[in-house]
């Protein structure tokens, strides 16, 4: 398998494991598989222009909560990533360990930065929707800046410096998976992105150590996936339907006092 074949082939595996892992985490939240295909179906027809308001509601608490806690991860960010360049230059004083993690950490301080500023503003459903849009593309970025130490420093998964940096990606994913899992589709864009190029590497190693490695990797990639949907509907669907309820609710409630006002 040639390396475009096998780079293909990495980006469908570390997706479909992260997509498979949430359609099973509907699956056995309810036993339905209806379910599941509807979970699946529901992480790309929520972010459609004509999304309707239950939808709408749904992503300004999303977006709530995903600002509440950006500041805290893109300093815990900062500390990983010097945390990680040190130990690796420790042994290795390449230019390029500084590099890949000056962009991290120049990244990591943008995007704080960009918090405080969308915070002080008021947000409208409109706008809830475009910002969004626009965190799954910076995570996705993020994430890949963030996996291409995979690629960039694996070399042979007994060195000290491939499992630091394996360590690095396997927390710095999970953490990801956890503090985004409200809004699932930044969760799983993170996790692919940053395990495709570890997982690519692997896979051109050409030996079985490697290769279990990379299966482990999905493995962990398909369990991520369905802790997201885990506390995604816990967190984020509950409430917003439980929302939507009382307000079905609540205007029947005077009519209902006022007929027992006339008995």
Request: neutral net charge.
């Amino acid at each position: 398998m040639n390396a475009a074949a096998l780079a293909l082939f990495s980006l469908v595996a570390v997706l479909g494991a992260g997509l498979s892992g949430y359609a099973a985490g509907a699956y056995f939240k309810r036993m339905s598989s209806d379910d599941a295909a509807r979970a699946v179906r529901e992480l790309f027809t929520s972010l459609a222009p004509d999304a309707g308001e239950e939808t709408r509601t749904r992503q300004m608490l999303q977006l709530d909560i995903l600002l509440s806690a950006a500041n805290v991860i893109s300093l815990a960010n900062v500390f990983n990533v010097v945390l990680v360049a040190w130990l690796l230059m420790r042994e290795d004083g390449d230019l390029t360990v500084f590099s890949w993690a000056f962009v991290i950490a120049l990244m990591s301080i943008f995007h704080g930065a960009e918090v405080l500023v969308l915070s002080a503003k008021p947000i409208s459903p409109e706008r809830a929707q475009r910002k969004i849009l626009r965190i799954l593309r910076n995570v996705t970025i993020f994430g890949a800046v963030w996996g291409s130490a995979g690629f960039l420093f694996i070399d042979d998964i007994a060195s000290r410096n491939s499992l630091v940096v394996l360590l690095a990606l396997i927390g710095t994913a999970a953490g990801g998976a956890a503090s985004m899992a409200v809004l699932p589709q930044a969760s799983l864009a993170f996790v692919a992105a940053i395990g495709g190029p570890a997982f690519f590497r692997l896979l051109t190693m050409g030996d079985g150590e490697h290769a279990v490695v990379a299966a482990y990797q999905v493995s962990l990639i398909f369990v991520l996936g369905a802790v997201s949907h885990g506390v995604y509907d816990t967190v984020i669907r509950r409430a917003t339907v439980g929302e939507a309820a009382a307000a079905v609710q609540a205007p029947t409630a005077p009519r209902k006092a006022a007929g027992a006002t006339r008995a």
